[in-house]
């Protein structure tokens, strides 16, 4: 079952409050939370090295920190960790949704990073108990894999999937094989023949 978990978090892009948080590393992802619940957003891997750095909507400014200040956060609902790079937002609110934007400067103060997240509070969250976050890796509707666990059918299913891929590996595998050796044959042939021709024109009477 353990398996099955973890190959299920693999192939899963569903980002649900306090056991994944969205994404928001990659520029552009939409993060989505349910109203009135708690949203965690992964702004960084931490702030180490990091000489100054600013998170904020297009109207205020959110958060603000670097080396050798702590962070500073204008509304009391945030609360970022720097060695996680995660922000946490309680109670969400409407007026939450909109797109965020973290900035990073370097020393002489010149922006070196800028990346954006759009945030989508919503009344219900579809696909997932409490936020997820779209990324353009989904393979599957999370929908049919919660399907397969709730039904206890994960792991035989996901066995008969790399049965499958194995046999045509192997099935693909044996016909280049088998392509090459016809290959091998048709030239050996071929130069059998050639060989053959010339002994024959050199056994040739002369005149």
Known sequence: MKVTAGLLVLLLTVCHAEEQPCDGRKDGV?????????????LMDNDLGL????????TTI?????????????????SFTPEEGLMKIIKLERRDS??????????????????????FVEDSVPGANSTRCDQPTLTLPAAYY????????????????????IFFALKKKLSKRHRAQEDQE??????????NASQERGRAPTS
Do not use: D, H
């Not at 939409?30 to 992964?42: A, D, F, N, P, V």
């Not at 002489?108 to 759009?118: E, F, K, M, N, V």
């Not at 299913?157 to 891929?165: A, C, F, N, P, Y």
């Open 146 to 165: 919660w399907l397969i666990i709730q039904n206890g059918i994960l792991a035989p299913t996901v066995l008969v999937m790399i049965g499958v891929m």
């Open 62 to 78: 959110l958060m603000t920190g670097g080396i050798g200040g702590k962070v500073n956060l204008s509304e009391k609902r945030f």
């Open 98 to 119: 909109g797109k965020y934007t973290l900035n990073i400067f370097n020393e002489g103060g010149r922006l070196i990073i800028s990346q954006t997240l759009q945030l």
């Open 51 to 58: 000489y100054r750095y600013r998170w904020e909507t297009t």
């Open 30 to 42: 939409q993060c989505y939370g349910k109203l009135g619940e708690t949203m965690l957003l992964r």
């Open 186 to 195: 048709v030239t050996y042939v071929n130069v059998s023949r050639e060989t």
